[in-house]
T-cell receptor
Framework: KQEVTQIPAALSVPEGENLVLNCSFT??????LQWFRQDPGKGLTSLLL?????REQTSGRLNASLDKSSGRSTLYIAASQPGDSATYLC??????????FGAGTILRVKS | EPEVTQTPSHQVTQMGQEVILRCVPI?????FYWYRQILGQKVEFLVS????????KSEIFDDQFSVERPDGSNFTLKIRSTKLEDSAMYFC??????????FGSGTRLTVV
């Protein structure tokens, strides 16, 4: 059974810092990996999608990498801003096209 | 940018009542889903729907739950005989191969 783990569970950084969020999964048989952002009490906003054949994807200040063989992904956020404060969720797509989510990393960027 | 629309945003219901949660997925997507998130817990898969039928369901999705695509645009989740433990945020989503999943903003269901 696929398990997704995210480290750290919470992170507090000063504005302007570069930071890395980690995601690991137990079964490398995934179709893709997606990073989402969730604001309190809100829905899930897709940030980046990495297909299983890809190594990384970039969007603005965000860069996500995928190492399928070792079961790891990282989300790199450059020059963090208070508006980046949210919960970041990692999810892998497995058989049946369903997502298995991690518990998330709660990020707080202090101004 | 196309989006998934969910209504209502918040629903309060009495224990034992039936509720219907509604969703309008992205029109050219082929896969539709319902997920839920109990407060403080992980987002968990309930059911996927493809070609007008359920393609996969989790062990959570028992006879209490049903899904329907009553017309070409709407996708509904019906929960019968609601229980206190059904209180959660329910997310509808649709997907394609290029952009992955797009989620709606959710319906917060409170069973009292």
């Amino acid at each position: 059974k696929q398990e997704v783990t995210q480290i750290p569970a919470a992170l507090s950084v000063p504005e302007g810092e570069n930071l890395v969020l980690n995601c690991s999964f137990t079964d490398s048989a995934i179709y893709n990996l997606q990073w989402f952002r969730q604001d309190p009490g809100k829905g899930l906003t897709s940030l980046l999608l990495i297909q299983s054949s890809q190594r990384e994807q970039t969007s603005g200040r965000l860069n996500a990498s995928l190492d399928k063989s070792s079961g790891r992904s990282t989300l790199y956020i450059a020059a963090s801003q208070p508006g980046d404060s949210a919960t970041y969720l990692c999810a892998v797509t497995v058989g049946g096209n369903k997502l298995v989510f991690g518990a998330g990393t709660i990020l707080r960027v202090k101004s | 940018e196309p989006e998934v629309t969910q209504t209502p945003s918040h629903q309060v219901t009495q224990m034992g009542q039936e509720v219907i949660l509604r969703c309008v997925p992205i029109s050219n997507h082929l896969y539709f889903y319902w997920y839920r998130q109990i407060l403080g817990q992980k987002v968990e898969f309930l059911v996927s729907f493809y070609n007008n039928e359920i393609s996969e369901k989790s062990e959570i999705f028992d006879d209490q739950f049903s899904v329907e695509r009553p017309d070409g645009s709407n996708f509904t989740l019906k929960i019968r005989s609601t229980k206190l433990e059904d209180s959660a945020m329910y997310f509808c989503a649709s997907s394609d191969d290029l952009y992955g999943y797009t989620f709606g903003s959710g319906t917060r269901l409170t069973v009292v």
